[in-house]
């Protein structure tokens, strides 16, 4: 029986393409969106091209209601889940002297309290079969902090202390928690930045340039396969050398 993989947030960036990578390796794939748009038939079609079958779940992760029907839907279609990525996040940079209460809860909402309500509702599963893998997006800066994203980091590294926690809570289920810290990758979330910023931050990595969404997806995949059933509680930076 083929393996399930749901990834929050795969409609775009890296959650696209860990989505497209884990189908490439035979994982038939729950796609977790918030919002509707044209190219969702797409990715399907693009997912189930590798001879896998793809769901298409609505849900705004920051919602443990929507997460509950998230989780409900893919097990009445799949009847289990083995690999999570909570890849869905979103940013709201300001710096603290001028940052609204609403954006540091709502990038807190999302990105941490989003990661524990899609891992709440698909834990007991993973419990029930012995085994599992989960995967969080984190950021290197929630490992180094950085000026205006006081609330980002402080999301990206509770984040952190929930793979750890968790980790060490389940590993006696055989369920493997991780994260990865990606850097500087090239995304929607990256594009709004000016050109020379980007040159800027490029020249201060050790590998001198931005990541891919691959790059990030490569790592995920060997998370959620065999060859890394020795690792938990984890973070693996996806850097260039960035923060070490
Ligand atoms: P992106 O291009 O902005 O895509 C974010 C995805 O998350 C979109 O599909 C978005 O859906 C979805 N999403 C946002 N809020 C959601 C919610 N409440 N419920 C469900 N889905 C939601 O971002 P990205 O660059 O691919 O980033 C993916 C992850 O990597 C994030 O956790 C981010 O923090 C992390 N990361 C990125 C970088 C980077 O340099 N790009 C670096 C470190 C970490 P909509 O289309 O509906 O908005």
Known sequence: ???VALVTGATRGIGKQIALTLAKEGYNI??????????LVGLKKKIEHNDVKCL???????????????TKEIIKE?????????????????????????????????????????????????????E?????????????GNAGQTNYSASKAGIIGFTKSLAKEVGSRNIL???VA???????????????????????????????AQDVANVVKFLASE????ITGQVIHIDGGMVM
């Not at 209460?101 to 891992?119: A, H, M, P, S, Y």
């Not at 850097?183 to 050790?206: H, N, R, Y």
């Not at 060859?227 to 020795?230: C, F, G, L």
């Open 1 to 3: 029986m083929s393996k």
């Open 56 to 70: 298409l779940v609505k849900g705004d992760i920051s919602n443990f209601e929507d997460c509950e029907n998230i």
């Open 78 to 130: 799949f009847e289990k889940i083995d690999v999570l990525v909570n890849n869905a996040g979103i940013t709201k940079d300001m710096l603290l002297m001028r940052m609204k209460k609403d954006d540091f809860e709502q990038v807190i909402d999302v990105n941490l309290v989003g990661t524990f309500n899609v891992t709440r509702n698909v834990i007991p599963y993973m419990m029930k079969a012995h």
């Open 177 to 179: 928690v991780n994260a």
């Open 227 to 230: 060859e890394s059933s020795y």
């Open 182 to 212: 990606p850097g500087f990758i090239q995304t929607d979330m990256t594009a709004v930045l000016k050109e020379e910023v980007k040159e800027e931050i490029a020249k201060s990595i050790p590998l001198k340039k931005m990541g891919t």
């Open 132 to 144: 599992g893998r989960i995967i969080n997006i984190s950021s290197v800066v929630g490992v180094a």
């Open 30 to 39: 729950a796609v977790n969106y918030r919002t509707e748009n044209d190219d």
